[in-house]
């Protein structure tokens, strides 16, 4: 079965979507581990920057990412005609 | 119930779970009131043991199916929110239910990857594979790797790789299960590792997935209330806010403060850490010095005499306890279980190494909490000996815990890869979004599992800040003819988790003579807090669900993998449902029954283990899952090669490494730990699949649709691959 253009578009922005939430994933994990140290030296709250986001910050983040991919698929879903038939 | 329509299924489980919620908190305030009225703790115990394991039990027999995909994945009808909380508790074991926050208060910042690295994975498994394999819509992960790959030697592998991972992961529940059960009733291990495995059978046994998913659920809403309660009660005593994930900012900086304290021995408190520490170095340096005269004794043939005056040391000790006026039990064993354990020089020489290590970190000052990566302290140290030392030397030392910061850095950053990669590689997670209704149903469920997980993870540092600062105010300080109840109670109870004694006999219990170890955080709790016994009890319950809930995925994962994957799929793809139901059941017995003994004989080096099974599936599994899902061009030979070169390495590096199996520290790769192993087995993984596909044909038409078909949630003209 031949895919059309609108398919092909779809698993583009699909992919360009992945990519940008990896990043930001990657960001408030990886990155943010390298600089813990001069990190720290900002506190919040009582809280020392790397300490708040690796206990609670990056956390929130990583919910927040899901929540936005399930969010945006869903309608990108629906935008392209990809969407799964009522089963409701 | 077929006729139900979805949303009606919803709003009834709803109207359950809201019920069977207050339920608990009734059941828990009707004990409060009887233990008012003198129930004993034991009694107690057993009630909250009995009650929990006969609930999950009920629910795994009124789930009891004999239908092949109700069995394995609950009639693909679990709304998001329920397999987001079924997979909170299917991921949340005992060790992150008790240990965690234990971890925490134990190494500060450095405990934190656990937490990054458990919660953060499942941003790859919502964008990397949980909607994907939805589509796709079969029963197990061996299945997957089977139809995109081909052949059956990828899903061999794969239910190679699936039975490693889930059988040490599984061990390590049942001796959770094991230890809890002891604790909570006072039966001995061996009968609770086998009391425990009957609440996991019952339910797993007769109803498959159904009935673990159902059992799954009601066990994350009592390990979190029984986890978040205590803490909110902390909380409110210490900060008078009851929301703790706030309020121990300020909590922290306090205990950062005191940690300054500890640490300056020009302040009464630092003067006397600084008392206990030199008497630490003194007993380091004659155990060194004892060392020494061992090695050279051994070397001459003569050491057994060293050995003996040990023993009959020991013996001596033994007398004087068993001659106590009030014998303590335990002690005697531990004693016992001492002198059965010196066989010779080789176990004096680890025990004195063992005994001269932690003297070693005795001697140290307190590390600071919220601090990442601290060096080895070399450049105070050298300008604490010598106040006139020269630039150059200064500056060798500065070197020195720059390197000792760069390799806990690396070390963390590896283990937060390892950990993340692992969870979205771990089949009996995989396995659970499987049972959604649909793609946008998975979707979802990822983002309601990482919420429910999300609550305990973003709560288990707060309580360790809390605790520490309880220990920092009130227990250190303190006198020891009146220690707070809950120490003298864990001190007489369990050495092992709470050893206080008065090293330098000034009456006065300073930080460097308590020894807390890990568990005792979330055990001791609400004892802390001035709660009733019951609700220590509750947390017992909480972390037996969390054990149980843990297992049962697991010994479903691999029963699974073994029926299906290779008896329905590889010996006899004929075979009536009734036939793959019995053998599923059958293995599924056969495997806790091993899992069980394995527990039962007290493994010791469980915790590694499961660190090990985490590298192990991100070695053999990511790469050719997620180049499955993104890469056409992946085909047979680069699974095969990719999966096998990730295990041998991932497995190579830590049977060189790891002193368990005989390795060494010596031949660490860039000082890489062995349980961050993966980091060198997931990119020999992704090369192996890159370059084993790119010398070989591109996969068949068939094969390409089956790319595509598992990309859109819904194509016309579409092939379908769903398994009935």
């Known amino acids: 079965m031949q895919l059309s253009e609108r398919h092909q578009e779809y698993w583009r922005k699909n992919l360009r979507l992945t990519a940008v939430l990896l990043a930001i994933w990657f960001v408030v ?34 919910v927040l990412v899901i929540w936005f991919y399930a969010h945006r698929m869903n309608q990108l879903d629906l935008e392209f005609g990809v969407h799964e038939g009522d089963e409701e | 119930m077929s006729t139900q329509t979805q949303s009606q299924f919803f709003s009834q489980l709803k109207k359950y779970y809201t019920f069977y919620t207050g339920g608990f908190i009734a059941f828990v305030i009707v004990l409060a009131i009887l233990e008012r009225m003198g129930l004993s703790n034991q009694w107690i115990g057993y009630i909250f043991l009995a009650a929990t394991i006969s ?68 941003v790859l498994v919502a964008l990397l594979l949980a909607p994907y394999l939805r589509k796709f819509g079969q029963f197990t992960i061996p299945d997957f790797l089977g139809s995109r790959y081909g052949g059956n030697l990828p899903r061999t592998i794969g239910v190679v790789a699936a ?100 640490n300056d021995p020009t302040t009464t408190l630092g003067a006397a850490e600084a008392s206990v520490r030199a008497i630490f170095k003194e007993k380091q340096l004659a155990t060194e010095d004892k060392i020494k005269a061992l090695e050279a004794a051994m070397a001459a043939g003569t050491a057994d005499t060293m050995v003996g005056e040990a023993r009959a040391k020991l013996d001596a000790e033994l007398a004087e306890l068993k001659a106590a006026p009030e014998p303590n039990a335990k002690k005697i064993e531990a004693k016992q279980k001492e002198i059965s354990d010196l066989t010779g020089p080789d176990a004096l020489l680890a025990k004195l190494k063992k005994a001269a290590d932690s003297a070693k970190k005795s001697s140290g000052p307190v590390s600071q909490h919220a601090t990442p990566f601290s060096g080895k302290g070399a450049v105070k140290k050298l300008l604490k000996d010598n106040p006139n030392a020269t630039e150059a030397e200064i500056a060798k030392a500065k ?13 963390f950053i590896a283990l937060v890869l390892c950990l993340m990669v692992g969870t979205a590689s771990l089949p009996h997670i995989l396995m659970r979004y499987y049972t959604t209704p649909s793609v946008r149903d998975a979707r979802k469920s990822v983002f309601w599992s990482l919420f429910f997980i999300f609550l305990l993870y973003f709560t288990a540092p707060a309580l360790a800040v809390l605790v520490k600062f309880d220990v920092y105010n009130h227990l250190v300080g303190s006198s020891f003819a009146s220690l707070p109840a809950w120490v003298a109670n864990w001190a007489a109870v369990d050495p092992t988790l709470m050893k206080i004694v008065d090293i330098n006999k000034d009456g006065l219990v300073q930080l460097a003579e308590i020894t807390i170890g890990g568990d005792l955080i979330v055990l001791a709790t609400p004892e802390i807090a001035g709660l009733p016994y019951v609700i220590s009890g509750m947390v017992a319950a909480g972390g037996l669900a969390a054990a149980l809930s ?3 995925g697991l010994l479903l994962t691999i029963a699974n993998a073994l029926s299906h994957d290779v008896y329905y799929k590889m010996i006899d793809p004929k075979a009536s449902t009734v036939r793959r139901l019995a053998i599923s059941k059958g293995l599924l017995l056969v ?80 000082n890489i730990k062995p349980i961050a192993a993966g980091v060198f087995g997931m990119p020999a993984g992704f090369l192996g699949v890159i370059i084993g596909s790119l010398i070989s044909r591109a996969p068949s038409i068939e094969i390409q649709q089956l790319v595509d078909h598992v990309r859109y949630p819904n194509l016309e003209g579409d092939i379908d691959t769903r398994a009935a």
């Open chain 2, 399 to 411: 070197a020195e815990d720059q390197a000792e910061t760069d390799k806990k850095r690396r070390n």
């Open chain 2, 163 to 262: 039975i490693i991972c889930s059988f040490v992961y599984v061990v390590a529940q049942i001796y959770g299960v094991g230890l809890i059960t002891a604790r909570l009733t006072g039966l001995e291990f061996q009968v609770g590792v086998f009391a425990g495995l009957a609440g996991i059978l019952v339910c797993s046994f007769l109803g498959g997935m159904r009935a673990v998913t159902w059992t799954q659920v009601a066990q994350y809403i009592i390990l979190i209330l029984a986890y978040m309660i205590p803490v909110v009660w902390l909380s409110v005593n210490i900060t008078g806010n009851p929301i703790p994930q706030i309020a121990y900012g300020q909590v922290l900086e306090q205990v950062t403060a005191k940690e300054k304290v500890f």
């Open chain 2, 550 to 552: 843990t297992a049962d």
């Open chain 1, 29 to 62: 994990t990886f990155v943010m581990i390298y600089f813990a140290p001069q990190l720290n030296d900002i506190v919040i709250m009582g809280f020392p920057l790397a300490f708040y986001m690796a206990a609670q910050g990056s956390l929130i983040i990583y």
């Open chain 2, 55 to 122: 609930l999950y039990a009920g629910i795994g027999i009124m789930s009891k199916t004999a239908d092949v995909s109700e069995y394995y994945v609950a009639g693909r009808r679990v709304p998001a929110l329920f397999n987001g909380m079924a997979t909170g508790a299917d991921w949340m074991s005992a060790a992150s239910f008790i240990g965690m926050a234990g971890t925490l208060y134990l190494t500060g910042f450095d405990g934190l990857a656990f937490i990054l690295g458990w919660t953060g994975g499942y």
């Open chain 2, 591 to 670: 495997v806790a029954l091993l899992a069980a003994y394995t527990a039962s004989l007290k493994p010791g080096d469980i915790l590694f283990l499961v660190g090990a099974a985490f590298s192990l599936a991100a070695s053999a599994f990511f790469p050719a899952l997620v180049l499955g899902v993104f890469w056409k061009r992946a085909n047979y030979l680069g699974a095969v090669l990719g999966m096998l070169a990730g295990l041998i390495v991932c497995m190579y590096y830590m049977y060189i490494t790891y002193e368990f199996f005989g390795g060494v520290a010596a031949n660490e790769w860039f």
